[in-house]
């Protein structure tokens, strides 16, 4: 579900309307195919101005996700799919989390220090 974004968060509001977007495509709620709201529903959604909607569209355009037709709108192009064993593995770790207090900013900082040292 797309909400508000959060003007505090220190996060630039076009990033965190693509990712809501991207959320959205791997949960399945939006499909290959399927229209996004209007720029303007996007705008009223999200509450910010129509130039921040365009540049968060015109970043998931870029990766391929969605596709503009002139005059018509924007579409998902491309899905995207999430192993059940991932979404287990993440549910588990937000439990373990938060059972010994972390919030979701420390717990944010964390994964992004661990994920930027990891070596696969």
């Known amino acids: 579900m797309l ?3 959060d003007k505090h968060s220190g996060v630039p509001a076009y990033l965190q309307i693509v990712n809501q977007i991207k959320a959205e495509i791997l949960l399945g709620n939006l499909k290959a195919g399927q ?12 509450d910010v101005n129509i130039n921040t909607i365009l540049k968060a569209l015109e970043r998931l355009k870029a990766e391929g996700l969605v596709a503009s037709e002139q005059g018509i709108g924007y ?5 995207l ?5 991932v979404v287990a593995a993440i549910k588990q770790l937000v439990s373990k989390l938060k059972s010994k207090q972390f919030d979701l900013y420390t717990t944010l900082v964390l994964v992004e220090e661990v994920w930027k ?3 696969i």
Request: negative net charge.
């Open 75 to 79: 579409f998902v192009v491309k899905e």
């Open 117 to 119: 040292n990891e070596r």
């Open 35 to 46: 229209q996004l709201p209007t720029v303007r529903e996007l705008e009223t959604i999200f």
């Open 3 to 5: 909400r508000k974004i």
């Open 81 to 85: 799919s999430i192993d059940a064993e």
